[in-house]
C-alpha cells in the first residue's frame, strides 16, 4: 500500500499544481478551496501516508489501510468534482455530492487512524 500511496499522491500533486497555474493564469480564484483539499488532503497526506506505510510495514497490508486507500480515493474526487460543480454552476444536487465525498474522506482518515494506533510500534 506505500507505493500505491506515494503514486497517487503524486497524481494529486499535478492536479493541484496544475489547478493553481489555472487560477493563476485566469486570475480566477473560485476554487482555491478546490485547490487547497487536493492539495493537502491528496498530496499531503497520502504521501505522509506513504511513507509512513512504508516506515512500519506491518501496517501496510491489511483491511485498514485498504479502506483507507479506497474510501480516500474514491471520497476525495467525488467530493472535488462536487464542489466545482457547485462553486462553478451553483447546482444545489452537488452539495449531497460534497457531502458524500466527505464522509468517504472523514472514514478514511479514521480508518488510517486505527491503523496507526493498532500497528505502528517502535522498534526500541
Request: positive net charge.
Amino acid at each position: 500500500m506505500a507505493v500505491r500511496f506515494i503514486k497517487i499522491a503524486v497524481v494529486y500533486f499535478v492536479i493541484g499544481v496544475l489547478l493553481g497555474l489555472y487560477m493563476s493564469m485566469a486570475h480566477d480564484y473560485a476554487l482555491k478551496g478546490v485547490h487547497v483539499h487536493i492539495n493537502l488532503l491528496g498530496w499531503a497526506s497520502f504521501a505522509l501516508a506513504g511513507i509512513i506505510y512504508h516506515l512500519f510495514p506491518s501496517s501496510s497490508n491489511n483491511m485498514y489501510a485498504k479502506l483507507h486507500f479506497w474510501s480516500g480515493n474514491i471520497g476525495l474526487p467525488v467530493m472535488m468534482i462536487a464542489l466545482t460543480v457547485l462553486i462553478l454552476n451553483g447546482a444545489e444536487v452537488a452539495t449531497v455530492f460534497t457531502a458524500i465525498g466527505g464522509v468517504l474522506v472523514v472514514f478514511s482518515v479514521i480508518m488510517f487512524a486505527i491503523n496507526v494506533f493498532m500497528n505502528v510500534r517502535s522498534t526500541n
